[in-house]
């Protein structure tokens, strides 16, 4: 392997940070990936008109927190298989209640539901923001509208040790209901503040704000971490880290040129087992991917040969060995941070990678000089999952996980190496173009 280009390396994460910093939700991240596809020439379609020959051969879809893009050659076969990039928007959070006026002794409070499995005591004593879509009555119409508050406007208190005197012994116990909710402001509990405030920052009155989808989130920026700058320090990597390689691997590819139909479904609500209308086991992928088919004039038939012939890279972050905890690891199939793109394998199915495809994306690696490393749960540990699954069952489509290694996953701030996402765009680029 050549020696790479560090200030390449870094330019992708610093870019890869911008892209982050700018999806605090899955909204968000739609709309930062739809603004970099536009600025390539891609064009958002409209699901409820009807698709033909005229349809734009770089387009894509969005559905809530759920974004499809493809780029298809002009005069390819409508029985060409697509080689597609899989990962989602969605990271574990805290998210805003219906009824959120909360309050006690003296504080005002924002009431919130855990989302997905979060590490609690990583959102402790940080300054968070807000953000997410409302819908709101315009002309008797309802518009959707996406809001940002990146200000300190919440915070969840730490009790004080001298209150909780066993905590270092015996570690720290927190209830989602009991010991989550913000403090956003010194008072008495207020019916209604809460939509006065989201009201101001929307500049509509109240009475219009008919509904929202809510969430907080930390503050820090996306940075390098490290002496020698090898680290990237961020909140929300699992898994913005592989929606941005999706939608950049996919630039990369059409800019290229390929002989292939290529795709990048980013999907929410993989942290909740994915069961939504822009989930991984939903509809979306499917009813896109057939209705590309039956526009270049193939048929039902000619849509499943074409799955039969296509490739989903289901890309999702995976466990780098922590330097504190090296036993909670396969002692066999340690993987690191910086070394390229991780294989991730579970005989139980966890992982959707077959031989066959775990042979695809290794060739592409070894075709472009991109390291790689092959990756186990510990057998005596429970295995988490990924959309990999859930592609290959419901399509039939050949399916390899991968992922960039990171630390401290479901940490509202995790941390990967500053050299990998670089090394995954390359990897799926020459994927994509298989």
């Not at 942290?271 to 991984?280: K, L, N, T, Y």
Request: proline share 6%; net charge negative.
């Amino acid at each position: 392997m050549t020696e790479p280009d560090r200030s390449t390396h870094h330019k992708t994460a610093k870019d890869l940070a911008s892209y982050i910093d700018a999806s605090p939700s899955p909204y968000h991240a739609c709309a930062e990936s739809a603004r970099r596809l536009d600025a390539a020439g891609f064009q958002a379609v409209d699901e409820g008109a009807p698709w033909g020959a005229d349809l734009a051969p770089k387009g894509y879809v969005l559905r809530g927190g759920a974004i499809f893009a493809w780029s298809v050659p002009q005069g390819t076969a409508p029985e060409r298989g697509f080689r597609l990039v899989g990962a989602h928007t969605d990271s574990p959070n805290l998210r805003v209640k219906p009824r959120p006026d909360a309050g006690s002794a003296g504080f005002r409070q924002l009431g919130v539901e855990v989302y997905g499995g979060v590490l609690l005591n990583s959102w402790l004593d940080r300054d968070l923001g807000l953000s997410g879509r409302a819908y709101v009555e315009e002309g008797g119409a309802l518009v959707e509208k996406l809001f940002l508050v990146d200000k300190p406007i919440l915070r969840v208190p730490q009790l004080a040790i001298h209150l909780d005197r066993d905590v270092t012994p015996n570690g720290l116990k927190l209830d989602k209901q009991a010991h989550m909710s913000p403090v956003m402001a010194v008072g008495d509990r207020s019916e209604g503040a809460f939509l006065e405030y989201l009201s101001g920052e929307l500049e509509v009155d109240a009475k219009a704000i008919k509904s929202y989808d809510a969430m907080v989130h930390d503050l820090t920026p996306s940075t390098l971490l490290g002496v020698d700058e090898s680290m990237l320090a961020a909140p929300r990597l699992d898994n913005l880290c592989s929606s941005y390689c999706g939608v950049e691997a996919l630039l990369r590819a059409t800019q290229a040129g390929s002989s292939r139909p290529m795709a990048v479904a980013l999907f929410d609500h993989e942290e909740v087992g994915s069961g939504s209308r822009g989930g991984a086991d939903g509809p979306l992928m499917g009813d896109v991917m057939e209705r590309l088919v039956l526009a270049r004039g193939g048929d039902r038939e000619t849509y499943l040969r074409a799955l039969s012939d296509s490739l989903c890279i289901s890309a999702d972050m995976a466990h780098a060995v922590h330097p504190n905890y090296a036993d909670r690891h396969e002692p066999d199939h340690h993987i690191f941070m910086n070394r390229g793109p991780v294989i991730k394998i579970n005989a139980n199915q966890r992982y959707a990678t077959e031989a066959g495809t775990e042979a695809l994306f290794q060739t592409a690696c070894e075709r472009t000089d991109v390291p790689f490393q092959k990756w186990v749960m510990k057998t005596n540990m429970a295995c988490g999952s990924t959309i990999g699954p859930l592609t290959a069952a419901q399509h039939g489509m050949p399916t390899v996980d991968v992922g960039c290694a990171q630390l401290s996953m479901h940490s509202a701030r995790e941390v990967c190496g500053s050299m990998d996402p670089e090394w995954m765009i390359v990897a799926l680029t020459e994927t994509l173009k298989g």
